[in-house]
């Protein structure tokens, strides 16, 4: 059984429903789909491509990235999915790092040829539409042996502080995270639509697998990405979609809401579902969230090297306002996920008592099956099955884990840890506080100090005097920020993760120390 089985299995029991869109518009059936992912699989083997082989996904949301990525899974090839943001020399270091032979782009996204390959389709060409031309008879066409174990999704790290690396995603990692999904996180049937406004090639590309597997349907936004109304027109049109999304998505809808008027009945018509992770939600973000828009959310945390699947905190755990620790829970990512267990952990990879704070790890069959080309990457992060995260955290009695940063993030200053999640917590609860983000800063004395960046919010922007005098009310002045520094907007990349690597390189710049 293998990742196409799954879209050959829809395609025998669905016919020719619709389940394919691109915004309102039909763009075909399951039957259509396997059709066009079968006829372009065999005309990738018959150009050479063998199983194993990497091709690349380099373009922005498209109904096409769906039947090409199974087309890859059809032929045994092993699909590397590139953020549609990199720079083209990042992009030609991925394609030789993954020893890649074909590509498929959209021209938005990649108008030159990219260095190393055999082989770059347009995936809006004439070229691209005779690959794609339906097989004749797709149930017959063979699908190519792979096993468990074989690697079927190369994704790469950010590289936010370095060369990115490639994760190997196998069968098994992929099969486990569809199956999990509609354990852990949402019940989904074929009436159902998830919708592709965040990247394809990151989480939400994958949450593909789950609503295959039921057989429901399928939606790229004619913009290609995250425009909020768009997106609460297409669910009153199709009926309620579900989608993942980073927090700074989910804030972006809730603020739509909020200046449209609308009612929480209005957001149930459009939202069945909102997924999120990949960056901290904030505890006063997910309340008004919650207070704007109901009952739509889960949360998730996982990484690229257990995708999708470590810890949930489930919808019931977000609504149930009366647990007497509603609020601590709120402010974690939830509990391990069926298929997992986690733990937290001291450097020496020891388990650690209920309440401590330690390293994250992971162990189950969403763990990856290491790092592409790089042993010695794998050897540090997997031992005795265990993902070393590098993420810092603690669980309670419950078993709710509770991130506190990345270990990198850590802030040492006079000898006491700093998270800079905490700090960010309070300064997001000031007035005049859209955004913030809190990094170390080298100092003589101290080691490092704390440097907050935030982004005002409009109309009564907080001063530094003011921000300093309420950290001061509510965090040991170990704690408070040293120096603020004011900005437009945030960096982030093209999942809404802050790049705290560029907040530290303006370090270098002057700050400006609170009165």
Not at 89 to 109: G, H, K, L, M, Y
Not at 271 to 282: D, H
């Amino acid at each position: 059984m293998t990742l196409a089985h799954l879209l050959l299995r829809q395609a025998r029991v669905q016919g020719d429903r619709a389940v394919l869109f691109e915004g309102a518009t039909p763009r075909g059936s399951y039957r259509d789909w396997a059709a066009r992912s079968a006829g372009a699989a065999a005309r990738l083997r018959a150009a050479g491509l063998a199983s194993g082989d990497r091709v690349l996904l380099f373009m922005r949301n498209h109904t096409r990235y769906l039947e090409l990525l199974w087309a890859a899974w059809w032929a045994g090839l092993v699909v590397v999915p590139v953020n549609a943001k990199l720079h083209p020399r990042e992009v030609e270091w991925i394609i030789d790092n993954a020893q890649a032979r074909w590509a498929f782009v959209t021209r938005d996204v990649a108008p030159a040829a990219l260095a190393g390959l055999q082989r770059q389709i347009d995936i809006e060409s004439a070229e691209a539409d005779a690959l794609l031309a339906p097989a004749p008879d797709f149930e017959s066409a063979p699908i190519a042996e792979r096993g468990p174990d074989d690697t079927a999704w190369l994704f790469y790290t950010s590289g936010t502080t370095g060369r990115p690396k490639g994760v190997m995603i196998t069968q098994r990692n992929l099969m486990t995270m569809g199956l999990a999904y509609f354990a852990d996180v949402d019940a989904v049937t074929r009436e159902d639509a998830i919708v592709y406004a965040a990247p394809m090639s990151h989480g939400v590309g994958l949450y593909a697998i789950p609503h295959l597997m039921a057989g429901a349907r399928h939606v790229v936004p004619a913009s290609g990405g995250v425009d909020p109304a768009e997106l609460f027109a297409l669910g009153r049109a199709l009926g309620p979609l579900s989608t993942f999304a980073a927090p700074t998505i989910v804030k972006r809808l809730v603020d739509h809401a909020e200046r449209e008027g609308l009612t929480r009945e209005d957001a149930a018509r459009s939202f069945k579902t909102i997924v999120y992770g990949g960056a901290p939600m904030y505890v006063a973000d997910i309340q008004r969230a919650l207070a704007v828009m109901g009952p739509r959310f889960v949360q998730i945390y996982g990484q690229g090297e257990t995708p999708m699947v470590a810890t949930a905190l489930a919808r019931q755990h977000l609504v149930d306002a009366a647990h007497p620790r509603h609020l601590e829970r709120l402010a974690s990512v939830g509990v391990a996920q069926t298929p997992v267990r986690v733990r937290v952990a001291d450097g020496a990879g020891r388990e650690l008592p209920t309440g401590e704070i330690g390293e994250v790890l992971v162990k189950g069959d969403s763990v990856m099956a290491g790092y592409w080309r790089n042993p010695e990457a794998t050897a540090s992060a997997i031992r005795d099955g265990w993902l070393f995260t590098g993420d810092v955290g603690c669980l309670d009695a419950d078993g709710f884990l509770t991130l506190k940063d990345r270990s990198k993030d850590l802030i040492i200053s006079g000898g006491s840890n700093i998270y800079p999640r905490e700090v960010e917590e309070v300064l997001l609860g000031a007035p005049g506080v859209a955004e913030a983000a809190v990094v170390g800063a080298p100092d003589a004395e101290w080691g490092e100090v704390v440097v907050a960046f935030v982004v005002p919010a409009a109309g009564a922007p907080a001063s530094a005097e003011a921000l300093d005098a309420h950290c001061l009310a509510q965090l040991a002045r170990f704690k408070r920020p040293k120096r603020y520094e004011f900005l437009a907007e945030l960096p982030k990349n093209n999942y809404g993760k802050v790049l705290k690597t560029a907040l530290r390189e303006c370090l270098g710049n002057t700050l400006r120390p609170p009165a």
